[in-house]
């Protein structure tokens, strides 16, 4: 199997798994300004990242993908074909969902072998370079935090709020701002004013960890 058969009806399984929540599918989900992406993610409550590892792919990136998932998502999950199992297991921090994807058919289905826990190490910085400029300004004059940061750069906006916002609210709040963006067509094609930031939140992230 090939990621874009699998593609397809993981969206129908999780459109199912929703059914009556007000959830938001996405494809291609940009971390770190598209340095990395994610294949799929559920946005309703939180935000859950889902990886696809096809017969046909290479876990070659997974340890890079991983760290990036672990960033921003709230939770994670791996949609991975019977071959790359074992060695996605090695891979994975213990709180990602692993879901078996078998052919049958004609169609896919998932087995899940471990379900998803609570990600305990999203980092401020990450989160905030998921959103535009405005949308960051937006939360700041919300929190009354936007003293002298109307000319400000981003990232001076982003480390203000990580500064003084907890972590597990900033992720709430980016979450509502991306909800926000309702035609996320549209919205992808939009220029990003902040690619200066993201890159900054990709060095920074690396740096922590080569520490």
């Known amino acids: 199997m090939y990621d874009a058969e699998i593609r397809p009806f993981l969206r129908q399984h999780l459109e199912q798994q929703h059914a009556g929540d007000s959830v938001v599918l996405i494809d291609e989900f940009p971390i770190y300004g598209g340095d990395v992406r994610a294949d799929m993610v559920a946005m309703n409550g939180a935000l859950h990242g889902y990886e696809i590892k096809s017969a046909r792919d290479s876990l070659e990136r997974l340890p890079r993908q991983v760290d990036a998932y672990s960033a921003v998502f709230d939770r994670a999950s791996i949609v991975v074909s019977e071959c790359h199992l074992e060695s996605a297991r090695e891979l994975l921090p213990d709180w990602w969902e692993i879901l078996l994807a078998q052919g049958v058919g004609g169609g896919v289905c998932f087995k899940c072998l471990r379900r998803s826990r609570a990600n305990p190490s999203r980092e401020g910085h990450a989160l905030v370079a998921l959103l535009w400029k405005a949308e960051a300004m ?23 709020l990580v500064e003084n916002v907890p972590v597990k609210k900033l992720g709430t709040l980016v979450r509502q701002k991306l909800r926000a963006r309702g035609d996320w067509l549209s919205a992808a094609r939009r220029k990003r004013d902040d690619a200066k930031s993201q890159q900054r939140a990709t060095r920074d992230r690396r740096r922590r960890i080569s520490r």
Do not use: N, P
């Not at 937006?138 to 940061?149: F, K, Q, Y």
């Open 138 to 160: 937006a939360i700041l004059t919300s929190l009354g935090l936007d003293a002298r940061m109307r000319s400000a750069t981003m990232s001076l906006m982003m480390d203000r």
